[in-house]
Nanobody
């Protein structure tokens, strides 16, 4: 059974940092693009960041560019999202996702595996 399990969420003050992790089990995703999405209450799920299979190409939403960093450790089947200079508008449930393709996509429908999500709350 394929599972993606996120961790690292929590409550942080504005300006603080959090590091999210996503652990994959049941199969390896070394050849697959992976991404972080988020969904705030009353809003649609949106992409935050994505990374191709080898990690050399990444994508960031404009709202997080310069503050968040996505990375992956294919030897450990792990995906990370380092979030710095957090803002209250970053508050959301953050989801890890994996695609069957090697290159990332922006649309959530292109991702086939999803974690259960981890809550990130940024207080002002």
């Amino acid at each position: 059974q394929v599972q993606l399990v996120e961790s690292g969420g929590g409550l942080v003050q504005a300006g603080g940092s959090l590091r999210l992790s996503c652990a994959a089990s049941g199969r390896t995703f070394n050849s697959n693009a992976m991404a972080w999405f988020r969904q705030a209450p009353g809003k649609e799920r949106e992409i935050v960041s994505a990374i191709i299979w080898g990690g050399r190409s990444t994508y960031y939403a404009d709202s997080v560019k310069g503050r968040f960093t996505i990375s992956r450790d294919n030897t450990k089947n792990l995906l990370y999202l380092q979030m710095n200079s957090l803002k209250p508008e970053d508050t959301a449930v953050y989801y890890c996702a994996a695609a069957l393709s090697s290159y990332y996509h922006i649309a959530s429908r292109e991702y086939d595996y999803w974690g259960q999500g981890t809550q990130v709350t940024v207080s002002s």
